[in-house]
């Protein structure tokens, strides 16, 4: 057990209880896409889970990423930048979007219209958290890890200003400068 760092407050979720719910959530995924899945996970907060969850599912995935953000520090800019595509087309493929955590819901709403552009066979959310105290956009999350309160986590690939991301837990940042 490494030294807990000074700036985070609490462990919210510790990392048997992240692995006991990743391999649930693989078993879910496998038995919803037995012909196969895209998983397009999005950078940089979801390669953790990304690469956890793939191993958790036992059906044919292709893994795709892209790089879309609307956050600077620990607030939602409200503006959506695309800053990696996809390197394959999705036309007619059953396609799941794998997330980080999903906040007022602006950066999944975003990519929802876009991939859909794309006439995808299905396409549907996987995220590991969800902090639905501050949904702005609603939108359809079929597989979530863990519902959490309104707090600014860390860890797991979750980041404040790149750091923590390799903590193996989900811990609460205290109040940030
Ligand atoms: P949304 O567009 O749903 O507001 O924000 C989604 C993105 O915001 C996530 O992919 C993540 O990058 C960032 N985000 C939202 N809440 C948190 C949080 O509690 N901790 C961290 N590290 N990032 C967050």
Excluded: W
Aim: glycine share 6%; net charge negative.
């Amino acid at each position: 057990m490494r030294n807990f760092d000074p700036h985070l407050c609490s462990i919210l979720i510790d990392e048997k209880a992240i692995q006991n719910r990743v391999r649930e959530l693989g078993a879910e995924i496998s038995a919803q896409y037995p012909d196969g899945v895209v998983l397009v996970g999005i950078l940089t907060g979801a390669l953790y889970f990304l690469v956890d969850l793939s191993r958790a599912i036992s059906c044919p995935i292709e893994i795709d990423l892209i790089a879309i953000s609307s956050y600077v520090g620990t607030s939602s800019s409200g503006t959506v930048t695309y800053k990696k595509d996809l390197s394959r087309e999705i036309d007619d493929r059953h396609v799941l979007i794998v997330e980080d955590i999903v906040d007022t819901g602006r950066t999944i709403s975003a990519l929802l219209t876009l991939l859909k552009d794309r006439n995808p066979r299905s396409l549907g959310i996987c995220t590991l958290l969800d902090k639905p105290d501050r949904r702005i956009v609603p939108v359809p999350i079929h597989h979530c890890g863990f519902t959490i309160p309104d707090q600014f986590v860390v860890g797991y690939g979750l980041d404040y200003n790149q750091a923590y991301r390799n903590l193996p837990y989900i811990a609460v940042l205290n109040e940030p400068k």
